[in-house]
């Protein structure tokens, strides 16, 4: 009985946890035709709105589409959400015929059918090196410098999350010695089932809003959200929304530990940050962009400082489809909002990476330097280290390998097992049942570890150490283990590694602007849950994905914009690169982890793993304001009147069409060198007025990259914008993929360093 509830619950666990981590999606709904007369949800994009009334523009939005209907009261009843904040257009309920006339209507941009998305710490902070920290928000003095102690861990910064809403009780949202909410706050919270706003919100959760009408409109409402255990509310019923906004800006927690391990004091980034949650996913369904777009015109009305969405498409096969649904998130960023966005767990697949447009903060996720190592002894005393979370006594088994798959019987009762997970059985249940007394489970890197009580369960961390052990079996007669309680591991490191799942570069839609931007950890994050979280441990779990290594960043865009309050997203984005670690933290090399192991370069891990502390210093930034997104438009194909109607301005493609090269991004991409290209870009002296700095130049290998001038001299305050060439020349003409190099600006205090990525055309000399 005992055992079988202990097993029932780790099937769950990682049924769960697969759910979570790997699909949090439905497309079967969208495509299963559930709309009986093939109507849909579709999102009518009209651009920057035109009417400062948000009244007025609903208003407009009617009468447009009434001229599509029979009935006004048709037209009214299709309207599912009026966008009328950030930007204007409407999801409606539309036929294919509706939806192809209206695209057609002079004041339209663009008719996008609506889509079905996905959801995509203790250690974290010193890892980082984020200096220390007083251990509670009542402690108003702060010992310490640095960029907490500076912004006052960002209590006048309103983080925004859009994700699956959040546990309020949890302790990571109690307000304790926080002032009032800053005044230019213009959100709020929503009642609805199990939340009340009186008494669920409070100076830290100061806005909860909830986002439903798409989905039920995608689905006809197909699904039941009882039965779902959802609720119809911003309160988070999968646990994911709680972590990531905890991860975020979560309130100091103290005396945390998942069963003993990982034990010390959670907190968010930026511990005393407002949260705003935005529930957009719903647990077993997921997310639409109607409903996403809602958020987002939300999210601007209300004044967020950042918005972090661990949320992502698919893999963009369809470059205009993604193009498109990244147009919410544009006008967030034209209103000085940076998007933090997770770069996807699709790895390590080259052109994996999703929110690849060049206004998002795209975010890879790496290992921490913290596990829970598991001796495991094999009988012939070849010793492993595994991770697990077990912390019984000392087992020693005979040890068996199990394959489901395979007719042979062999008796595994009283033993342990060893099982891959590509064979792994679901109803695990039943080996517990049958007596078996611990599992070996054989994975690929950087997966899931899962607690089962008092039993051993423990996870390779790769598939040839699971090879080795199925060896050891092949070659014994009577094969044993034995296997030590996990301890927690806190540095010096285990390497740091770009994590297998984390999407890689280069860009599938526009080669040439790299994605991701940044890394930072996403592997076993523990951080606050909801309880009805099957792997909650005190309301507390460990998660894994670009979900979690996504509101590590945006914490910290939070501190960066309370430290620099008007710094634009694009110059927020450059500090963070520019002054990413190339090596780990302790000086040793970052590998990228995937089929072959090999140092990661800038598709892996975009500037390098994220450094809070330079960043708040970076000496000169690459800043833009909206003409770089103009240009990336121009060149992506968007006409002058399309831009004019997004910008809410007669806006010009500038003749000739403005390079992507030129976009002035803290990396240079080149996918496609002949002979030779000169490039420009434009640096923001944000350091000491009377600045020199010299150009350190590492050539990608077969290219000479030369750079003019060599020397910015930065003497005034008025001058504190100067502009230089880069001449990218193929010195060989071998080369087919992608070499690596780097531009660094050097006043001897700030490295300012931005990677250099270089694909030469494949050319055959005539
Ligand atoms: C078509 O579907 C929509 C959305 O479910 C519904 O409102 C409408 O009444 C349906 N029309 C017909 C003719 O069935
Ligand atoms: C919410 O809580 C307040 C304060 O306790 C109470 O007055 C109010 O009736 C509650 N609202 C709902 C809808 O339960
Ligand atoms: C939803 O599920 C609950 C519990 O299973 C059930 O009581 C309820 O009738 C269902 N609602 C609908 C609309 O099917
Ligand atoms: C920390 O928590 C553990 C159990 O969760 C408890 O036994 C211990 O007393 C706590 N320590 C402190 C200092 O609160
Ligand atoms: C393993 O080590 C133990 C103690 O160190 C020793 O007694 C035993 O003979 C060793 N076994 C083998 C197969 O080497
Ligand atoms: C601009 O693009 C829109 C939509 O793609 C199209 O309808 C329109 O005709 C284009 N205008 C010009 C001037 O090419
Ligand atoms: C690179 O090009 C510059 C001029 O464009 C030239 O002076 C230099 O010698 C070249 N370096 C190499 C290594 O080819
Ligand atoms: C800048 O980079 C150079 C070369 O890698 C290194 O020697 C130097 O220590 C760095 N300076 C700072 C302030 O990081």
């Known amino acids: 009985m005992e055992n079988s509830l202990r097993s029932y619950k780790l099937m769950l666990l990682l049924a769960l946890a697969l759910v979570l981590f790997l699909t949090m999606e439905l497309t079967s709904l969208a495509s299963a035709g559930v709309l009986d007369n093939n109507s849909k949800v579709y999102i009518v994009y009209l651009g920057e709105r035109e009417h400062d009334d948000p009244e007025v523009v609903t208003a407009s939005h009617h009468q447009m589409l009434e001229s599509f209907f029979e009935s006004k009261e048709d037209a009214h009843n299709s309207i599912i959400y009026s966008y009328q904040h950030g930007f204007s257009g409407f999801a409606a309920i539309l036929t294919p015929s509706q939806a192809k006339k209206i695209s057609e209507h002079p004041s339209v941009i663009h008719v996008i059918p609506n889509r079905i998305l996905k959801l995509q710490t203790t250690r974290t902070w010193d890892h980082l090196g984020l200096s220390r920290i007083p251990t509670s928000l009542s402690t108003s003095s702060t010992s310490s410098k640095g960029l907490l102690h500076d912004t006052n861990m960002g209590s006048e910064a309103i983080i925004g999350v859009m994700d699956t809403g959040i546990w309020p009780e949890s302790k990571v949202v109690e307000d304790q010695g926080l002032g009032p909410i800053p005044k230019r706050w213009r959100g709020k919270c929503v009642s609805g089932d199990q939340f009340n706003a009186t008494i669920h919100c409070n100076n830290k959760l100061i806005g909860a809003k909830f986002y439903l009408d798409g989905l039920l409109a995608e689905t006809e409402g197909k699904f039941n959200i009882t039965e779902l255990q ?61 409903d996403m777009w809602k958020a987002y015109d939300d999210a601007i009305h209300d004044r967020v400082d950042v918005l972090s969405v661990s949320l992502g498409g698919h893999i963009p096969e369809d470059s205009e489809v993604d193009a498109l649904d990244f147009i919410a998130a544009f006008h967030a960023v034209a209103q000085g909002i940076p998007v933090v966005a997770a770069a ?259 598709f892996d891990y975009g500037g390098g793993l994220v450094n809070p502390e330079k960043a708040a210093k970076p000496g000169l930034v690459y800043d833009m304001g909206i003409e770089g997104y103009i240009s990336y438009m121009c060149s992506a194909g968007y006409n002058d009147s399309s831009i004019s109607r997004v910008l809410g301005k007669k806006t010009i493609c500038p003749t000739p069409e403005p390079s992507i090269l030129d976009i002035n991004l803290p990396s240079i991409t080149i996918p496609n060198l002949e002979e030779e290209v000169t490039l420009t870009r434009t640096v923001t002296n944000v350091g000491p007025i009377k600045s020199v700095y010299k150009a350190v ?70």
């Open 344 to 602: 996807g767990n699709y790895g390590p697949r080259a052109q994996t990476v999703l929110n690849v447009a060049p206004w998002f903060l795209t975010v890879a996720a790496t290992t921490l330097d913290r596990s829970f190592p598991t001796k495991i002894t094999l009988g012939n005393n070849q010793t492993f280290f595994v991770e697990s979370l077990y912390t019984g006594p000392e087992i020693s088994t005979g040890l068996a390998f199990l394959n489901p798959y395979s007719d042979e019987r062999i008796d595994v009762k009283g033993k342990t097992i060893i099982v891959f997970d590509t064979h792994f059985p679901m109803g695990i249940d039943s080996l517990f049942n049958i007596g078996v007394v611990g599992i070996i489970l054989a994975q690929k890197p950087d997966d899931l570890i899962l607690e089962c009580h008092d039993s051993p369960c423990v996870f390779t961390t790769d598939y040839e150490l699971g090879t080795d052990i199925l060896q050891y079996i092949r070659t014994t007669r009577s094969p044993t283990v034995r296997i030590s309680a996990a301890k927690s591991l806190t540095g010096p490191p285990a390497t740091t590694k770009v994590a297998a799942f984390s999407s890689r570069g280069p860009n599938s839609v526009s080669p040439a602007i790299l994605k991701p931007d940044i890394a930072a950890p996403g592997v076993n994050i523990l951080a606050a849950l909801s309880p009805l979280h099957l792997g909650a441990y005190n309301g507390f779990g460990l998660e894994t994905g670009t979900s979690m290594s996504t509101p590590v960043v945006s914490g910290i865009v939070a501190l960066l914009k309370s430290l620099h309050p008007h710094w634009s997203p694009a110059a927020i984005r450059s500090a963070l690169v520019t002054t990413a670690w190339r090596t780990s933290p302790s000086g040793e090399p970052i590998f990228a982890e995937g089929s072959n192991k090999k140092l990661a370069d800038p």
């Open 230 to 290: 959802e609720f119809k509310s911003n309160r988070d019923a999968s646990g994911h929304g709680t972590h990531t906004a905890t991860i975020a800006g979560g309130s100091f927690v103290h005396n945390v530990s998942f069963y003993g391990l990982a034990g010390g004091t959670v907190r968010g980034g930026a511990p005393r940050a407002r949260i705003a949650s935005y529930k957009v996913c719903w647990s077993g369904v997921g997310c639409t962009t109607a």
């Open 697 to 766: 130049v590492e050539s990608p290998l077969g290219i000479n990259l030369t750079v003019s001038p060599t020397t910015l001299v930065f003497s005034s305050a008025t001058k504190r914008v100067l502009t230089f060439t880069v001449k990218a020349k193929r010195s060989h003409k071998v080369n087919t993929g992608y070499f690596f190099g780097s531009l660094t600006w050097t006043d001897g205090v700030h490295n300012v360093t931005i990677p250099v990525s270089v694909k030469t055309k494949f050319m055959i000399k005539s």
